[in-house]
T-cell receptor, first 113, second 114 residues
């Protein structure tokens, strides 16, 4: 079983739709959960991170974590064509030093006019 | 806004050759990372570096790989004898400190091994 699983898509939605992106994970030791956005030929850019189970909102983005189910989600409200990108979930375990990120494969999102 | 930079953007090399990928992390950051992304696959951790030594490395980071911070600004990844399967995007990242801090990623270097 992969540590982090994510549907690669592609996911195509009309402008203004609510988008739901999801990841499941197997390692219960993961403590921090992140969503990165990656535009073509660019490096990943952090959108949000969460620690505990529950919801965290930032503008049009809401991150949700359910540790009991080992399931995380990112919701995008009022999606825009500029949201078209690949969305990567990532997670890590807090250790004493630098903390490696374990990524999902990424979901490719296209928001159409 | 400060950013991580990487050079070159694209490196083409022959199998068996040595390559050095260069990164300039954000100036006040202390932790440095290399990740790679093979085409169509996930981003994978290679190595983390702090206080002039490796703090963690993955199984991918074998004896063919090495990292160095040769001066106060650069952070390099060397692949001694490249293989076809080393073809990938290589991302450098840095954070200001340990713990949960945003890892800022560079734009990547596309390495093509022929």
């Amino acid at each position: 079983q992969k540590e982090v699983e994510q549907d690669p898509g592609p996911l195509s939605v009309p402008e203004g739709a609510i988008v739901s992106l999801n990841c499941t994970y197997s390692n219960s030791a993961f403590q921090y959960f992140m969503w990165y956005r990656q535009y073509s030929r660019k490096g990943p850019e952090l959108l949000m991170y969460t620690y505990s189970s529950g919801n965290k909102e930032d503008g049009r983005f809401t991150a949700q974590v359910d540790k009991s189910s080992k399931y995380i989600s990112l919701f995008i409200r009022d999606s825009q064509p500029s949201d078209s990108a690949t969305y990567l979930c990532a997670m890590n375990i807090l250790t004493g030093g630098g903390n490696k990120l374990t990524f999902g494969t990424g979901t490719q999102l296209k928001v159409e006019l | 806004e400060p950013e991580v930079t990487q050079t070159p953007s694209h490196q083409v090399t022959q199998m068996g050759q040595e390559v050095i990928l260069r990164c300039v992390p954000i100036s006040n950051h202390l932790y440095f990372y290399w990740y790679r992304q093979i085409l169509g696959q996930k981003v994978e951790f290679l190595v983390s570096f702090y206080n002039n030594e490796i703090s963690e490395k993955s199984e991918i980071f074998d004896d063919q790989f090495s990292v160095e911070r040769p001066d106060g600004s650069n952070f390099t990844l060397k692949i001694r004898s490249t293989k076809l399967e080393d073809s990938a995007m290589y991302f450098c990242a840095s954070t200001r400190q340990g713990g949960v801090n945003e890892q800022f990623f560079g734009p990547g270097t596309r390495l093509t091994v022929l």
